[in-house]
């Protein structure tokens, strides 16, 4: 099965740090997107940022940007300078390049901002 | 914004009583999903739908059905309710083409005592 790996339970970072968050995954698939996903303790899931796979640029959204190593098929979250309201449960996931099917998702990364 | 709202936020039900969960999206989006989500597994896709009255399985359908009768809505149904489907339950929507997320409700907690 087609797996998405996510290595860290939980992390903790300290505020205005920068903090890396692991993503690999497992495809045959040539073309594919691979989305980070923040999810509060209130239970929302809000969208972070997207790679697709044909992108040669790492994407970038304000504070998020992604290490998308194809290779390694790695696709790390980093956030640079952490607030305390990126304290969530952060998720990896894999679709179609044309977004329209199904998502795998991680297991998810529990990270908390200590002040 | 894209708006999807799932009906309850907050469910309690008994064993063997059939649970229908609902979802509205306000997006015109053609694609709809139902998650359910457990500590330590993640979201596990139940059942998908591209279009109106499409249905398609995702990986943990057993025990679950769906409806689609129009674009914008998506419902869940439990056809006999199990301890075992206590869980938190997501509905998402999204377009098609590249960088189209799945944009997300607030989650139903169901507890099936």
């Known amino acids: 099965a087609q797996k998405i790996t996510q290595t860290q339970p939980g992390m903790f970072v300290q505020e205005k740090e920068a903090v890396t968050l692991d993503c690999t995954y497992d495809?045959?698939?040539?073309?594919?997107?691979l989305f980070w996903y923040k999810q509060p303790s209130s239970g929302e899931m809000i969208f972070l940022i997207y790679?697709?796979?044909?992108?040669?640029q790492n994407a970038t959204e304000g504070r998020y940007s992604l290490n998308f190593q194809k290779a390694r098929k790695s696709a790390n979250l980093v956030i640079s300078a952490s607030q305390l309201g990126d304290s969530a449960m952060y998720f990896c996931?894999?679709?179609?390049?044309?977004?329209?099917?199904?998502?795998?998702f991680g297991q998810g990364t529990e990270l908390s901002v200590k002040p | 914004d894209v708006k999807v709202t799932q009906s309850s936020r907050y469910l309690v039900k008994r064993t063997g009583e059939k649970v229908f969960l609902e979802c509205v999206q306000d997006m015109d989006h053609e694609n709809m999903f139902w998650y359910r989500q457990d500590p330590g597994l993640g979201l596990r896709l139940i059942y998908f739908?591209?279009?109106?009255?499409?249905?398609e399985k995702g990986d943990i359908p057993e025990g679950y059905s769906v409806s689609r009768e129009k674009k914008e809505r998506f419902s869940l149904i439990l056809e006999s309710a199990s301890t075992n489907q206590t869980s938190m339950y997501l509905c998402?929507?999204?377009?098609?083409?590249?960088?189209?997320?799945?944009?997300f409700g607030d989650g139903t907690r169901l507890s099936i005592l």
């Open positions: 790679q697709g796979s044909y992108d040669e």
């Open positions: 998402a929507s999204s377009g098609t083409g590249p960088n189209q997320p799945q944009h």
């Open positions: 739908s591209y279009d109106v009255k499409m249905k």
């Open positions: 495809t045959s698939d040539q073309s594919y997107g």
């Open positions: 996931a894999r679709g179609p390049y044309n977004q329209g099917g199904k998502l795998i």
